[in-house]
C-alpha cells in the first residue's frame, strides 16, 4: 500500500534528532514521500542561520516537502497540514525524536508494511501518538485535530475522544517492532508549560472548556476520566472533501 509520511519538527532538534532520523528513513526507504511541518517559535524571531541549514539539508534528498511557519503553530494544525499535503490516501504521522532501527536485515518499514496489509485505516502504533496512522477519509470524518489546541498536547486524546464519538469504536493500536521513542524533552522556550512539553493552554482548554468530568455516562478514551463535550467541533478545511472528489476533473 503506498502511504506518505509526515514529520514536525523545530530549529532545537535539527541536528539532534531530524537529520539522523531523515537519514535512517532514506536509507530504507530512498522514494518514499515526506512531508516535512517545521514549526517556528514562540515569541521571538524565526533563526535564518537554522532556515538555511535545513533547506540545504533537504535538498540533498529527493521526495522531501517542507512546509515552513515563520511563527509558532499548534501541533494541531501542523499535524492537519501534513496530512492534508500528503498526496496518499495513507499518512504515517512522525515525531522527529524517533529511531528507526534494523535488526536482522529488516527494518521497522518492513514490519510497518506488513501490518499495513491488515490494519485499519487509522491506528496508533506501539500504544503512542507518537507515530500513528491515519487515513485523510476518517480525518475528513472526524473532523481534523482541533486548532483551537493552539499550542502542544491533548490534540491526541481530543481525537481519540472524537473518533469514538463518530464511528463508536476505539482507535486500534498494533505493535510494530524496530521503532524507539527517544521522548526529547527539548521544547520551545516561549510558551508556558503544563505536564512536561505540554502547554498549559491546551490543558486548560480540555479540561475548563471543551470537555466536562462526568461520573456516569460519556467516555473516557484517553483523558484521566470519563467526559462529556461542552464545545461542538468547527467545521475545519470543508472544502477538503469537494477537492478530492473532484480533483482529476482539472
Known amino acids: 500500500m503506498k502511504y506518505s509520511i509526515v514529520i514536525t519538527t523545530f530549529d532545537k532538534r535539527f541536528e539532534s534528532d531530524l537529520i539522523p532520523l531523515i537519514d535512517s528513513i532514506r536509507a530504507m526507504r530512498p522514494n518514499v514521500e515526506i512531508i516535512l511541518t517545521v514549526n517556528g517559535p514562540a515569541h521571538a524571531d524565526f533563526n535564518q542561520n537554522y532556515r538555511s541549514k535545513l ?39 512522525l515525531n522527529d525524536d524517533l529511531k528507526i532501527l534494523t535488526q536482522d536485515e529488516k527494518s521497522f518499514f518492513d514490519n510497518f508494511e506488513l ?59 498494533i505493535e510494530i517492532a524496530l521503532i524507539d521513542n527517544i521522548h526529547s524533552d527539548v521544547t520551545d522556550g516561549g510558551y508556558v508549560k503544563g505536564i512536561r512539553t505540554a502547554s498549559q493552554f491546551n490543558r486548560n482548554f480540555i479540561k475548563k472548556q471543551k470537555y466536562k468530568d462526568i461520573l456516569f455516562g460519556g467516555y473516557k478514551g484517553m483523558f484521566d476520566k470519563r467526559v462529556k463535550k461542552l464545545l461542538e467541533d468547527e467545521v475545519q478545511y470543508p472544502y477538503e472533501e469537494f477537492y478530492l472528489k473532484n480533483k482529476d476533473l482539472l
Open 55 to 93: 533547506f540545504q539539508y533537504l535538498a540533498r534528498h529527493d521526495k522531501v516537502y517542507p512546509m515552513v511557519f515563520p511563527v509558532f503553530q499548534s501541533l494541531a494544525k501542523m499535524w492537519n497540514r501534513g496530512v492534508l499535503a500528503s498526496t496518499s490516501e495513507c499518512v504515517l504521522i
Open 115 to 173: 501490518a499495513l496489509q491488515t490494519a485499519p485505516e487509522t491506528f496508533t502504533i506501539n500504544g503512542s501518538f507518537s507515530h500513528f496512522v491515519v487515513s485523510k477519509r476518517e480525518v475528513i470524518d472526524v473532523g481534523f485535530f482541533d486548532e483551537r489546541l493552539l499550542g502542544l498536547g491533548e490534540e491526541d486524546g481530543d481525537f481519540y475522544w472524537r473518533y469514538h464519538e463518530k464511528f463508536n469504536r476505539e482507535i486500534v493500536d
